[in-house]
């Protein structure tokens, strides 16, 4: 099992694994822009009672929470190009990358579908009735009154769901990308040095997330100065939530 | 003038409002009573088609908008002649107290930023408020909540305001202040229909009371008519029950 551990190998790797940060986070970014254009396709049947297309929302949502990401990326990776091949498309020129986060915007809609829905459905009756009362047009009422409150009160969620993205974009070493763990992979085969490796990586996701997560508590801090009290109650429960309900609570269903 | 014809409305098998027919004169201020159940909040809900009335026509001056023809844009033109105070306020929550009143004047009536404030800010320091502008909603009281929500709606200068039991979700100590602003209000030629539960109010600020039982106006006329001569036995009960709580509650 590997060399003996040193000490000293942990700090060489850590600027060595920094370098493909990048690639980490360019697949979180745009696996959750993606996830949020999908995510609100995907929601608006289902919020306004859509026939046919309601129900093909639900089983897209059931599909990709209701499966491990990881297969998901197999399915997405091996089985699309057959699919385009299919309809004589040549999809064998397509990077991997594009792969990766079209899986993880798909993934990641799934749950964004579900938190844009719940906080939707949180926002009180009667603000849309006032909005429609003054003479508003419904899209109006939508993206000026309905809209900033859903965000701003779903906001822990999201932030449950970029982490929970950031760590879940571990899994595309398993198509070969060359992201963090990807790199931890041959930094630990070309130096048997696996322990102070996994270490090493740890330590960066670890940091990555707490910013994140500070990033996010100022951000709701900022959304919810309307009611400040709210901002503080959510942003604990999510500390508790965090520390001893990592991986269960994903997104989705809040209230 | 605001006529309405005919209105009817069902919620499932029960009809709400059975035909209510009913004349407001412009600058009049009208009260709505009648014991709860009774179909009043539907009818203020449907002059503004908040609820589509299943029969009947509103008219507001040369607006006519019959619910067999109410196409969308007739429903919006009716929307931006009226507006509404809530039971309970239905302030914009992400919003302050000015932006709650500039809203409509920028979104609705495309008014230009520093104009829309202006306004704001007039009808905000008319219902006593001129200090809180920057407060959000849930910085205020009930009483202070709701005499933005009179702002909001005084504002758009609209052909009526509705108000639909502006002071029942307030504490006891908190209805004069509310009560004190809509009086002032009426004495401004709004027109405005208030549906209440304070009959000292009513007899005192309307031009015209309606009472209003089991879906349909049971009695109309001007205040010292109703109150002092209802013609009806079920004003009449009403009258005496509401006025003994009244007495039960001082
Ligand atoms: N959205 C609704 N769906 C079903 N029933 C309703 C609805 N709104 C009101 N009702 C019913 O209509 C009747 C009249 O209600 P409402 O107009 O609120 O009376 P009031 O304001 O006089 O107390 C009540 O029996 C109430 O339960
Ligand atoms: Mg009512």
Redo the contacts with the bound molecule.
């Keep these: 099992m590997g060399r003996r551990f040193e000490f000293g190998y942990i700090l060489e790797f850590i600027p060595k694994l920094l370098d493909y940060l990048q690639i980490t986070l360019l697949i979180v970014a745009a696996s959750i822009a993606l996830g949020l254009i999908v995510g609100l396709i995907v929601a608006l049947p289902r919020m306004y009672h859509i026939p046919v297309l309601k129900r093909i929302s639900a089983v897209y949502v059931s599909f990709f929470r209701g499966t491990p990401v990881l297969i998901q990326l197999f399915l997405i990776y091996y089985g699309l190009p057959e699919l385009l091949k299919g309809l004589s498309i040549d999809a064998s020129k397509v990077p991997v990358l594009a792969f990766v986060i079209l899986t993880y915007g798909l993934h990641s809609g799934a749950f964004i579908s579900e938190a844009i829905r719940a906080a939707v459905g949180a926002v009180d009756r009667g603000q849309v009735e006032a909005a429609y009362a003054i003479g508003m047009s419904g899209f109006e009422a939508f993206t000026r009154i309905v809209l900033p409150q859903a965000a701003a009160v779903s906001l822990p969620v999201f932030a449950n769901l970029v982490i929970a993205n950031l760590k879940d974009t571990s899994l595309a070493f398993t198509l070969g990308v060359m992201e963090m763990t990807g790199k931890s992979q041959t930094l630990g085969m070309t130096t048997q040095h696996f322990i102070e490796v996994y270490i090493a990586l740890s330590l960066i996701y670890f940091v990555v997330s707490m910013i994140l997560e500070r990033l996010f508590l100022l951000a709701e801090r900022r959304m919810l100065k309307y009611q400040p009290e709210l901002a503080g109650h959510t942003s604990k429960k999510r500390l508790l939530q965090g520390l001893f309900l990592p991986q269960f609570k994903k997104g989705g269903e809040q209230a | 003038m605001i006529k309405l014809s005919g209105i009817r409305k069902t ?2 098998k ?1 009809e ?1 409002l059975k035909g209510i027919d009913l004349i407001v004169e412009q600058g009049d201020v009208v009260a709505i009573l ?1 014991p ?8 203020l809900r449907c002059i503004n088609y908040l609820e589509r009335p299943n029969e009947g026509e509103v008219a507001i001056n040369q607006l006519k908008v019959n619910v067999k023809r109410a196409s969308k844009q007739d429903i919006h033109t009716l929307r931006k002649k009226t507006a509404m105070v809530f039971q309970n306020y239905n302030l914009f929550k992400h919003k302050t107290a000015l932006e709650n009143v500039m809203e409509g004047l920028v979104i609705v009536q495309k008014l230009p930023k520093r104009q829309a404030r202006e306004l704001a800010v007039q009808a905000l320091e008319k219902v006593g408020l001129g200090g809180k502008l920057d407060e959000y909603p849930s910085r205020l009281s009930g009483g202070q909540q709701q005499r933005v929500g009179i702002a909001r709606a005084l504002a758009l200068n609209p052909e009526v305001i509705l108000f639909d039991e502006p002071t029942s979700a307030l504490d006891p100590e908190l209805v004069g202040e509310v009560l004190a602003v809509i009086r002032k209000i009426a004495g401004e030629g709004i027109t405005m229909i208030i ?1 209440t539960h304070e009959m000292a109010f009513a007899r005192d600020v309307a031009s015209h009371v309606v009472f ?1 039982d089991g879906g349909v106006v049971v009695e109309e006329g001007p205040p010292h008519q109703l109150f002092g001569t209802p013609k009806e036995e079920r004003t009449r009960q009403f009258l005496k029950r509401s006025i003994q709580e009244w007495s039960y509650s001082i």
């Design positions: 919620f499932g029960q709400v009648g709860s159940g009774s179909g009043k909040t539907t009818l549906v209003m």
